[in-house]
């Protein structure tokens, strides 16, 4: 059982940077590959990024390839999203998830076993 509590959202003016945090419980951290998806108002939960469990492997999505990125402390337990120059388009509700399974997709929902709580990020004009 892995337990998951995101932190770091807010609200913020066009251009300005974020760093939002995954905090998770357990001793097996390490084994879990971690993924950041973010669900706006009215749309379906997206995936934005997706890091292995030693790091070594990170998926991000396109929408945000160059501004967002995914980086993991497993001495800490803790996953980050830093996010750069946002747009009122990336706000959303961020959700830090855990997969255990190797082999499934990175950037499907299904994929991951436990999910956080979600922290809200508001991007204005």
């Known amino acids: 059982q892995v337990q998951l509590v995101e932190s770091g959202g807010g609200l913020v003016q066009a251009g300005d940077s974020l760093r939002l945090s995954c905090a998770a419980s357990?001793?097996?951290?390490?084994?879990?590959?971690m993924g950041w998806f973010r669900q706006a108002p009215g749309k379906e939960r997206e995936f934005v990024a997706a890091?292995?469990?030693?790091?070594?492997?990170?998926y991000v999505t396109d929408s945000v390839k160059g501004r967002f990125t995914i980086s993991r402390d497993n001495a800490k337990n803790t996953v980050d999203l830093r996010m750069n120059s946002l747009k009122p388009e990336d706000t959303a509700v961020y959700y830090c998830a855990a997969k255990a399974r190797t082999g499934s997709s990175w950037g499907l929902e299904r994929s991951y076993d436990y999910w956080g709580q979600g922290t809200q990020v508001t991007v204005s004009s």
């Open positions: 357990g001793r097996t951290f390490g084994s879990y590959a």
């Open positions: 890091i292995s469990g030693s790091g070594g492997v990170i």
